[in-house]
């Protein structure tokens, strides 16, 4: 059952929605003067808006949603537009080969929409295994056919739309099909990501597309075409998922696939025409912090993410993390950073949070949740259990590596997965003029994905997000195995925040960043909601985490002594490049009136529009 935050308001939601479909309006979309984006960090303003906002990781794909909204779209209509145009100029990271989770709220009901791709039928759990039996190295399964998923983004867009939308699919389209067509400029980020790339231009397709006759990346403000993707997007806006899910692009999906010549994979037609979108009960738990309770609301198996923000943020609450304020940081960037006794405790929540995660979290159609409840992961007095084995005196030692807890009366089956590379992504956070809000991640996995490109657009690498071993050394199975059919495990974290008894939507938020995700959205979350910051400034915010390993901390971003701080207390820490892409939405007040507080991460070239 879709989760409903205030059953009051449901006759004004309703009455809303069905006078927006009374009459349909129509999109004259407007190719927009393209800039020419950053990468690096480059700090943004933070934006306020009156009555609805989109945030999403490039301008272009941002302008697509706001002219959906300014012609009277719904936030699901925008969502797809922004979708479609990221496809084309952010396609490192997302698009129609790929997969998504969108999480919705229409001012009554929080709906969960999974567009996670899934294992081909002949697909089993030695997959990524090697012929010695031992799982092959990372790369070895990414790049080819062997770990392209059945795509599911176009088709849960397809079945959100049928609920929620109110334009016409096909005129959702317009904006990248005129991108596709007309051409679009090359970010710097784009150009600097296939600078670095390593495998990409060993499929002949993308080297032509990506690629000048040297070799060498376009260059930034280079008008890069693509008239094929434009062919695709015209079929799917004029016959749906079909035209990309059966017929000539499935075929070629398929020939893509199963004939790379070194690392083939499974992938056939029957399993991208039989494709189907789930629709689950979102995860929803109380939380209560600077003396305000909240219900946040996040996206529930096969991804890790809800849960595992969720038990991060209970149990600080069973600890003082709430008595420590920020301090100072570094000069550049200038901001506040968190305390050296409050990244222990955080640190050391993740590392308990992890630990749950790699034990149970799977595919609820193949795994079963402890208990029988994944709740039972957020029970309030399993959680006070859990933080009770944090050391919270002065100086008490990290705990390094933590075990998984037993919430329930029976002990699992399963082993824990090892550790294995997680990549890629972006987020979309979008509320509309009528109150509906929507918080979207959406990937492809790796950065280009499989390395496979077809008719404009790159193939998913989703398969492995799925544990490469099958089983630990005692033969225990591992519960995010390769099996058909299945979704592989996520660190996807949309999340909604409604106050709470009200029952008002508060925040749309999430972000890309592999397993990081999880630490990325719980920052923003805790900055917002415990530190009283704006969206913007709680993505300014340095990054760090933990994966039930070293304590990560975004490097040249805190002070060297709060570093040793954490050192002396035994903890492991690596300070590193953390790049997330937070986007969120907020509402608030501005001089007492009603606002929407936008914010979208420095370290990437998204921005907020609203009106």
Same mark, same amino acid.
């Given at each position: 059952?879709?989760?409903?935050?205030?059953?009051?308001?449901?006759?004004?939601?309703?009455?809303?929605?069905?006078?927006?479909? *009374?009459?349909a309006?129509?999109?004259n979309?407007?190719?927009p +003067?393209?800039?020419?984006?950053?990468?690096?960090?480059?700090?943004?303003?933070?934006?306020?808006?009156?009555?609805?906002?989109?945030?999403?990781?490039n301008p272009l *794909?941002?302008?697509?949603?706001?002219?959906?909204?300014?012609?009277?779209?719904s936030?699901?209509?925008?969502?797809?537009?922004?979708?479609?145009?990221?496809?084309?100029?952010? =396609?490192?990271?997302?698009g129609?080969?790929?997969?998504?989770?969108?999480?919705h709220?229409?001012?009554?009901?929080v !709906?969960?929409f999974d567009?996670?791709?899934?294992?081909?039928?002949?697909?089993?759990?030695?997959?990524?295994l %090697?012929a010695?039996?031992?799982p092959?190295?990372?790369?070895?399964?990414?790049?080819?056919g062997?770990?392209?998923?059945?795509?599911g983004?176009?088709?849960?867009? !397809?079945?959100?739309?049928r609920?929620h %939308?109110?334009?016409?699919?096909? !005129?959702?389209?317009?904006?990248?099909?005129?991108?596709?067509?007309?051409?679009?400029?090359?970010?710097a980020?784009?150009n /600097?990501?296939?600078?670095?790339?390593?495998?990409?231009?060993k499929?002949p397709?993308?080297?032509?597309y990506?690629y000048? &006759?040297?070799g060498?990346?376009?260059?930034?403000?280079? +008008?890069?075409k693509?008239?094929?993707?434009?062919?695709?997007?015209?079929?799917?806006?004029?016959?749906?998922?079909?035209?990309?899910?059966?017929?000539?692009v499935?075929?070629?999906?398929?020939?893509?696939?199963?004939?790379?010549?070194?690392?083939?994979?499974?992938?056939?037609m029957a399993?991208?025409a039989?494709?189907?979108?789930?629709?689950?009960?979102?995860?929803?738990?109380d939380?209560?912090a600077?003396?305000?309770?909240?219900r946040?609301?996040g996206?529930?198996p096969?991804?890790?993410g809800?849960?595992?923000?969720?038990q991060?943020?209970?149990i600080?609450?069973?600890?003082?993390?709430? #008595?420590l304020?920020?301090?100072g $940081?570094?000069?550049?960037?200038a901001? =506040? #950073?968190?305390?050296?006794?409050?990244l222990?405790?955080?640190?050391?929540?993740?590392r308990? *949070?992890?630990?749950?995660?790699?034990?149970?979290l799977?595919?609820?159609?193949?795994?079963? &949740?402890?208990?029988?409840?994944?709740?039972?992961?957020l029970?309030?007095?399993?959680?006070?259990?859990?933080?009770?084995l944090?050391?919270?005196?002065?100086g008490?030692?990290s705990?390094? +590596?933590?075990?998984? $807890?037993?919430?329930?009366?029976v002990?699992?089956?399963y082993?824990?997965?090892?550790?294995?590379p997680?990549?890629?992504?972006?987020?979309?956070?979008?509320v509309?003029?009528?109150?509906?809000?929507?918080?979207?991640? #959406?990937?492809?996995?790796?950065?280009?994905?499989?390395?496979?490109?077809?008719?404009?657009?790159?193939?998913?690498?989703?398969?492995?997000?799925?544990?490469?071993?099958? /089983?630990?050394?005692?033969?225990?199975?591992?519960?995010?195995?390769?099996q058909?059919?299945?979704?592989?495990?996520s660190?996807?974290? &949309?999340?909604?925040?409604?106050e709470?008894?009200s029952?008002?939507f508060?925040?749309?938020?999430?972000?890309?960043?592999?397993?990081?995700?999880?630490?990325?959205?719980?920052?923003?979350?805790?900055?917002?909601?415990?530190?009283?910051?704006?969206?913007?400034?709680?993505?300014?915010?340095?990054?760090f985490?933990?994966?039930?390993?070293?304590?990560?901390?975004?490097?040249?971003?805190?002070? #060297?002594a709060?570093? !040793?701080?954490?050192?002396?207390?035994?903890?492991?820490?690596?300070?590193?490049?953390? /790049?997330?892409?937070?986007?969120?939405?907020?509402?608030?007040?501005?001089n $007492?009136?009603?606002?929407?507080?936008?914010? *979208?991460?420095p370290?990437?070239?998204?921005v907020v529009?609203?009106?």
């Amino acid at each position: 059952m879709p989760y409903r935050p205030s059953p009051a308001l449901s006759a004004i939601a309703l009455a809303t929605l069905l006078a927006g479909c *009374a009459s349909a309006p129509s999109l004259n979309y407007t190719v927009p +003067v393209q800039p020419e984006g950053s990468s690096g960090y480059t700090e943004k303003p933070g934006w306020t808006n009156a009555s609805f906002a989109v945030a999403a990781a490039n301008p272009l *794909a941002t302008d697509a949603g706001f002219q959906v909204l300014k012609a009277g779209g719904s936030a699901v209509d925008a969502a797809i537009a922004v979708q479609m145009v990221l496809t084309l100029v952010e =396609p490192q990271s997302s698009g129609i080969g790929g997969g998504a989770f969108l999480l919705h709220y229409n001012g009554r009901d929080v !709906e969960a929409f999974d567009g996670r791709e899934t294992a081909p039928a002949a697909a089993d759990e030695k997959l990524f295994l %090697g012929a010695d039996g031992k799982p092959m190295p990372f790369y070895d399964g990414v790049v080819g056919g062997r770990s392209v998923g059945v795509p599911g983004t176009v088709r849960m867009l !397809e079945q959100a739309h049928r609920q929620h %939308g109110k334009l016409p699919w096909a !005129e959702l389209f317009k904006p990248a099909i005129a991108l596709a067509d007309g051409g679009f400029k090359v970010s710097a980020r784009l150009n /600097t990501l296939l600078a670095n790339e390593k495998y990409l231009a060993k499929d002949p397709v993308a080297a032509a597309y990506f690629y000048d &006759p040297a070799g060498k990346p376009w260059p930034v403000g280079h +008008v890069l075409k693509n008239p094929e993707l434009a062919s695709v997007l015209k079929g799917i806006a004029a016959n749906g998922s079909r035209a990309l899910l059966e017929g000539d692009v499935a075929q070629a999906i398929v020939d893509k696939v199963r004939k790379h010549p070194t690392n083939p994979g499974k992938l056939t037609m029957a399993d991208l025409a039989g494709y189907q979108p789930r629709k689950r009960a979102p995860i929803c738990h109380d939380y209560a912090a600077a003396g305000k309770d909240y219900r946040i609301c996040g996206f529930p198996p096969p991804s890790s993410g809800g849960i595992a923000v969720g038990q991060i943020l209970g149990i600080l609450s069973n600890t003082n993390a709430a #008595t420590l304020p920020l301090q100072g $940081g570094v000069p550049t960037p200038a901001g =506040p #950073t968190p305390s050296a006794d409050w990244l222990h405790l955080y640190t050391e929540a993740a590392r308990l *949070a992890f630990a749950d995660r790699a034990l149970y979290l799977g595919d609820p159609d193949f795994v079963q &949740p402890p208990a029988g409840n994944w709740m039972s992961l957020l029970d309030p007095a399993y959680l006070a259990g859990r933080a009770k084995l944090i050391g919270q005196a002065p100086g008490a030692p990290s705990m390094k +590596v933590a075990q998984p $807890g037993n919430p329930g009366a029976v002990k699992t089956s399963y082993a824990p997965m090892p550790a294995q590379p997680e990549y890629g992504t972006s987020h979309i956070s979008i509320v509309d003029a009528q109150g509906n809000a929507l918080a979207m991640t #959406t990937t492809i996995e790796d950065v280009f994905g499989a390395r496979q490109m077809v008719k404009g657009f790159l193939l998913n690498n989703e398969l492995t997000d799925f544990s490469f071993a099958p /089983t630990d050394a005692d033969g225990k199975p591992i519960a995010n195995r390769v099996q058909p059919g299945k979704r592989p495990r996520s660190s996807m974290a &949309p999340t909604l925040v409604f106050e709470k008894p009200s029952g008002r939507f508060l925040l749309s938020g999430g972000s890309p960043g592999g397993a990081l995700i999880i630490h990325y959205t719980a920052k923003t979350l805790y900055g917002t909601l415990n530190w009283g910051l704006t969206p913007q400034r709680a993505i300014d915010l340095p990054n760090f985490g933990s994966m039930n390993g070293p304590s990560l901390l975004e490097e040249k971003r805190f002070p #060297t002594a709060r570093v !040793e701080a954490l050192r002396t207390r035994g903890a492991e820490v690596r300070e590193q490049n953390m /790049t997330s892409g937070l986007q969120a939405i907020m509402r608030g007040t501005v001089n $007492g009136k009603p606002v929407l507080l936008g914010g *979208a991460d420095p370290r990437r070239e998204g921005v907020v529009m609203g009106d």
